[in-house]
């Protein structure tokens, strides 16, 4: 019985990292976005690391038409159906209060659309009664603040739904695991200001892999987040208003 990764998102650094790491525990893979060249070599890379198997498929968060081809090629498999998601984007929030209509694309790539084929995917992993989601939100959706607000609230969105989808398929052995990274040298960071605390992309994917096994509900990473956001959640919103972080 061979487990497989449904892997929405797989051209970010973080998704090739964590292919890697489950071609090399022999793990099928479906490689699910926009870009075929980029997942093409990742799926070579998959292969002589010795996946089960790679199979590349569409995925577009904002074509949701997109999205039943990549179920359609799930019955087959034999063993447990697994999805990790590491869709999302991060338009400047300045360019976003110039232009509100950026708002909904925004939102489509690191919630509704994400969230919108977990709930297509859900009942199939009922059915089967086991496997991981792996779901990647952001600390940024822990409180809103100047930088990025509408980042972080498609986010905060994105950590809510899975929470409840979490909750719903517990029920059926399914373990739904919210990621919550602070800033990660990807190519959503980079050119901006530096950050601190930065990851790295194979850090995330230690601390995924950490999480998964000790069936963590919900994880930072790296950890030290967890504690930064519980200091920045306690700030009073009198005093956190005037805060430019
Ligand atoms: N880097 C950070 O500091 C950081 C911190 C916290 C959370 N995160 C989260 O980590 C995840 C991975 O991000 P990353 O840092 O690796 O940056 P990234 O390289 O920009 O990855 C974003 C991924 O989302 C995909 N995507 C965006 N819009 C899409 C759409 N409409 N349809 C399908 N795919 C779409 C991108 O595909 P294309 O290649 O086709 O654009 C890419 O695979 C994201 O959810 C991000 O929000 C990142």
């Not at 893979?29 to 292969?47: H, K, P, Q």
């Not at 904002?62 to 999205?67: G, I, M, V």
């Not at 999805?83 to 984007?89: I, K």
């Not at 603040?145 to 409840?164: E, M, P, W």
Request: charged share 20%; net charge positive.
């Amino acid at each position: 019985m061979t487990d497989t990764w449904i892997i929405l998102g797989a051209t970010s650094a973080i998704a090739r990292a964590f292919a890697r790491t489950q071609a090399q525990s022999g793990c099928g893979l479906i490689l699910c976005g926009r870009d075929f060249t980029d997942m093409e070599a990742t799926a070579a890379d998959a292969r002589a690391r010795g996946a089960a198997f790679v199979e590349v498929a569409a995925f577009d968060a904002r074509q949701p038409e997109t999205f039943a081809p990549i179920l359609a090629l799930t019955p087959g498999l034999s063993g447990m159906v697994n999805c990790a998601v590491f869709v999302g984007s991060m338009p400047e929030q300045g360019e976003m209060d110039a232009d509100p209509a950026l708002i909904e694309g925004c939102v489509t790539d690191s919630y509704t659309g994400p969230a919108r084929f977990l709930t297509m995917l859900a009942p199939l992993m009922e059915q089967r009664g086991g496997g991981a989601i792996v779901g990647v939100g952001s600390v940024a959706g822990d409180r809103g603040r100047l930088g990025n607000y509408v980042y972080g609230s498609a986010k905060a969105g994105f950590a809510t739904y899975l929470s409840g989808l979490r909750n719903r398929l517990a029920r059926s052995g399914v373990h739904v695991m919210t990621v919550k990274p602070g800033p990660v040298d990807t190519a959503m960071t980079w050119g901006l200001p530096s950050m601190p605390f930065m990851t790295s992309p194979a850090g995330v994917v230690a601390d995924i892999l950490k999480g998964l096994k000790k069936q963590r509900n919900v994880i930072y990473t790296s950890g030290i987040w967890r504690i930064i956001m519980t200091v920045i959640r306690l700030v009073p919103e009198p005093i956190f208003k005037k805060m430019k972080i």
